[in-house]
């Protein structure tokens, strides 16, 4: 829990202000992807998700961007609160028969400054 | 409400002992994941199930057994405790199918220590 987030790169925004979390993912041939977000002493929870034939898709203050040319994938958190402090996961999945298994990325520390 | 649960939440045990963790998911998911999440590696996949008595090992399976004798259970079985397997451990579910999505649900975790 509490440990998760050392060693991690971390980005620090003021509360209020926007935050763009990148990830870079691995597979071409992935189609489904996620991003998670884990608080300190919890499990990683489910943020938002698209699909490849999309480029965008919006949440409630979150926005999820893909760019499969590149093999980039963006979470931006519109307002930023320090309820969003925590480890965000982004995860692919989908290419060859994976039947649901998931490749994860190893976060990003988020810490919103009040 | 649909729920994954794990017990027990903190674990500690000596090296060379047999520990089992439970994993239990309400949601009637026929995929079920185990993990473990360390310092600089993120999470990393232990074993998994495609559903009942289907059983799968993961990247970091040595050391580690599972059994699936119905759908909403997958204990993790630690069969001789080591100190390289202190690390907390999630379980996870989900309901893929060929139509739907891969997103899978955690349980809130176990930490466990092998001293």
């Known amino acids: 829990g509490e440990s998760v987030g050392l060693h991690l790169p971390t980005l620090s925004v003021q509360e209020g202000d926007n935050s763009i979390i990148n990830c870079a993912y691995s597979n071409s041939a992935s189609d489904y992807f996620i991003w998670y977000k884990q608080e300190s002493g919890k499990g990683p929870q489910f943020i938002i998700d698209?699909?490849?034939?999309?480029d965008k898709r919006q949440g409630q203050r979150v926005t999820v961007l893909l760019n499969k040319t590149v093999k980039h994938l963006s979470l931006q958190i519109a307002a930023t609160q320090p309820g969003d402090s925590a480890v965000y996961f982004c995860a692919e999945s989908g290419y060859g028969g994976s039947q649901g298994n998931l490749i994860f990325g190893k976060g990003t520390k988020l810490s919103v400054k009040p | 409400d649909a729920e994954i649960t794990q017990s027990p939440r903190h674990k500690i045990t000596e090296t060379g002992r047999q520990v089992t963790l439970a994993c239990h998911q309400t949601w009637n998911h026929n995929n079920m994941f185990w993990y473990r999440q360390d310092l600089g590696h993120g999470l990393r996949l232990i074993h998994y199930?495609?559903?009942?008595?289907?059983?799968n090992k993961g990247e970091v399976s040595d050391g580690y057994s599972v059994s699936r004798s119905n759908t909403e259970d997958l204990p993790l079985t630690l069969e001789s405790a080591a100190s390289s397997q202190t690390s907390v451990y999630f379980c996870?579910?989900?309901?893929?199918?060929?139509?739907?999505?891969?997103?899978?649900?955690f349980g809130p975790g176990t930490r466990l220590t092998v001293l």
């Open positions: 996870a579910s989900s309901d893929w199918t060929s139509s739907s999505t891969d997103t899978q649900y």
């Open positions: 199930s495609y559903g009942v008595q289907d059983t």
């Open positions: 698209i699909r490849s034939n999309m």
